[in-house]
């Protein structure tokens, strides 16, 4: 192509890369405005399983801290003599103890959910508060042991 034809065509080619890199701006910003706010807002929610017995860790993975770590000692995960407020959007979690783990969720309106064969075992539905009283499920509509009617050590 002689010179003077690939001048010529030039300006359109940059009208084409410019065109093509403003479509990638509009689409990435009609994305993330496509979302509503509501998605965004975090929620105050507390997790208490001040319930279990004997005293252990727990996690929220990509949360808090992992309770996979190898020494107790110097574990940064939350431990179940006290309650833990953390900030939540919308959206699916996991609790996770070295014994029993379950899937639950947060609504818009920062309602915490999870399935109803959990009811023996987790409270806090539709409320701020998830409160875990079991360290394994019992399937099947089984009763707890009475080794978790104990009560927790105060000392």
């Known amino acids: 192509m002689p010179v003077d034809d690939a001048m010529k065509h030039r300006p359109f080619s940059l ?9 990638i701006v509009f689409v990435q910003e009609s994305l993330a405005g496509d979302r509503p706010a509501a998605h965004l807002q975090e929620h105050r929610i507390t997790i208490d399983a001040t319930k279990l017995v004997p005293t252990s860790w727990w996690q929220i993975p990509g949360i808090t801290p992992s309770i996979w770590n190898s020494d107790p000692e110097s574990l940064d995960a ?3 003599s006290e309650r ?10 996991k609790f ?8 639950f969720t947060i609504g818009l309106n920062g309602a915490i959910d999870y399935s109803r064969t959990l009811d ?14 079991c360290k394994r499920t019992y399937p099947h509509g089984g ?12 000392g």
Do not use: E, H, W
């Open 84 to 93: 833990r407020d953390l900030s939540l959007r919308p959206g699916k979690y």
């Open 120 to 133: 023996q075992c987790v409270q806090g539905r539709g409320t701020q508060t998830l409160v875990v009283l």
């Open 15 to 23: 009208g084409v890369a410019v065109i093509g890199l403003l479509m």
């Open 143 to 154: 009763q707890p042991d009475p080794y978790y009617d104990q009560k927790p050590n105060n």
């Open 78 to 80: 939350p431990k179940t």
């Open 96 to 103: 996770i103890s070295f014994t029993f783990d379950f899937p």
